[in-house]
């Protein structure tokens, strides 16, 4: 059953029956402070936060907040604060990573390091949820973060990356649109092939669990309206889970064009890795961090 809105997934994590633990990488950022102590305060994560002691408790005084000492990690060295969050993942110590003050790449690099990091062998996708008040239910669109321009095989892992997501947050069969400026076959247009490509992938069942429709443009699988006046038909048109750009440059666009000119809500999260990664960039506000660590605990709830 697909999640309406970000209340729903809230209220979801919220009544689990444990919180997730959340390794804070480099806690001394004000906003992502005011995310994971908001998500704990509603129940949906537990934040350890690692980095210096000594900033870190003047920045929880300075703002509040108080937390058991057993919950902050120390490091002696910045550059280290990544690759303690990694070690206690692979120490089942925290069920998902968060960005705090790090630069993204002193992160990404302790998570693929080759001896002492978090890779599955999986590709590393970025998946983006967006409450869109135009839209009646909450939206993916991948891969906007990650990988700048992906061949045909990485773009079904980034499907299945995605799918296996919602599957996580109670979907049955996600419905998932490989986006083009146009529906029909171009050749001189790599994404409406690919797109073609991707849904015969499929309806062979080497994608699993999804309805892949491919290539099909963004006014269609938002409205049926538009896809009945086309003469579209199929069965992701106006119902669309998933939204699968050709490129970064698309997602980037896409995703920024949701939240600034459509008033919607993002939450992100990098798949993956053993567990879900949170990396918003430093610009993004407090109320994303917390959707985002709403997200992760979601993906990694246990539901048995």
Do not use: W
């Not at 590393?124 to 839209?135: D, I, Q, S």
């Not at 996600?174 to 490509?197: D, I, S």
């Amino acid at each position: 059953m697909a999640v309406k809105n970000f209340n729903e997934l809230i209220k979801i994590v919220s009544q689990a029956k444990e919180r997730k633990r959340a390794a804070v990488v480099l806690a001394h950022d004000e906003h992502t402070l005011e995310a994971v102590f908001k998500a704990r305060e509603d129940n949906l994560a537990q934040p350890i936060l690692i980095g210096q002691r000594e900033k870190i408790m003047d920045l929880l005084e300075e703002k509040g907040f108080s937390l058991d000492e057993k919950y902050i990690v120390h490091v002696q060295n910045e550059g280290e604060a990544a690759y303690k969050a990694v070690e206690m993942v692979n120490e089942n110590r925290v069920d998902f990573i968060m960005k705090g003050s790090i630069q993204t790449a002193d992160l990404l690099k302790a998570v693929v390091d080759k001896e002492r990091g978090i890779r599955t062998g999986r590709l590393m996708t970025h998946f983006g949820l967006f409450e869109v008040p135009t839209y009646h239910k909450l939206l993916v669109m991948t891969d906007g973060g990650m990988v700048m321009y992906p061949s045909l095989e990485q773009k079904k892992e980034i499907i299945q990356n995605a799918v296996d997501a919602l599957l996580s947050l109670g979907y049955q069969r996600p419905k998932v649109g490989v986006l083009a400026a146009v529906e029909r076959v171009n050749p001189k247009m790599l994404e409406t092939v690919e797109g073609k490509e991707l849904k015969e992938m499929a309806e062979r069942g080497e994608i699993k669990n999804c309805i892949v429709e491919g290539p099909i443009s963004y006014d269609l699988a938002m409205s049926k309206e538009s896809a009945s006046i086309k003469g579209y038909d199929s069965p992701v048109v106006g119902d669309v889970d998933i939204l699968v750009v050709p490129n970064i440059s698309a997602g980037n666009i896409l995703a920024k064009a949701l939240m600034y000119s459509a008033r919607g809500k993002m939450a992100g999260v990098i798949l993956g890795a053993k567990v879900p990664i949170v990396l918003t960039s430093r610009g993004a506000s407090a109320e994303e961090k917390y959707l985002s660590i709403a997200l992760s605990a979601a993906i990694n709830m246990d539901r048995s």
